[in-house]
């Protein structure tokens, strides 16, 4: 398993309480962009319509912008492949006052993309500094014992 693309934002701004893998529909090119490490999941959350769960807000450029069709939009919808049961359940969860569903990250599976999908509740601004604040002592403790 090969981390190709992260979302760092989703963890600071969000507490994520549950996580999901899923496989997701994409194109040729948008394939071989996202194994060179290009894209960008900042902002990306998951939505679901008519019985589908679909990734909105991700930004995946073609691998090689000369050769993708000129209809082609980077940040278009794309379908998220879960089961009946696991959309049923993500559905429920969209309702409730509080919960996102943020993408995580994307990597590579046995040749195959998947995303890491999270369930989370989002940070007030209280939560956001004490995190800033145990990372710095963390990296504080880290450089004491290496000096």
């Known amino acids: 398993m090969q981390i190709l693309i992260n979302n760092k934002k989703a963890y600071f701004n969000y507490e994520i309480l549950e996580k999901y893998v899923a496989g997701i529909e994409l194109f040729g090119f948008e394939v071989k962009s996202i194994k060179a ?5 900042e902002g ?14 991700a ?44 993408a995580l990250a994307m990597y590579n599976a046995g040749g195959k993309i998947k995303i890491e999908i999270g369930v989370g509740r ?13 990372r710095d002592t963390e990296r504080e403790m880290r450089r004491e014992m290496k000096g």
């Open 59 to 102: 930004n995946i450029p073609a691998f090689q912008a000369k050769n993708a069709p000129e209809s082609y939009d980077p940040i278009r919808n794309r379908r998220i492949l879960l089961t009946k049961k696991e959309i049923g359940g993500l559905a429920l969860i969209e309702v409730k006052k509080g919960f996102a569903m943020p």
């Open 37 to 41: 490490g290009q894209g960008s999941l």
């Open 122 to 134: 989002g940070k007030k601004q209280f939560d956001k500094r004490e995190s800033i604040k145990k």
């Open 44 to 57: 990306a959350y998951i939505t679901i319509r008519g019985g589908e769960a679909y990734l909105i807000g």
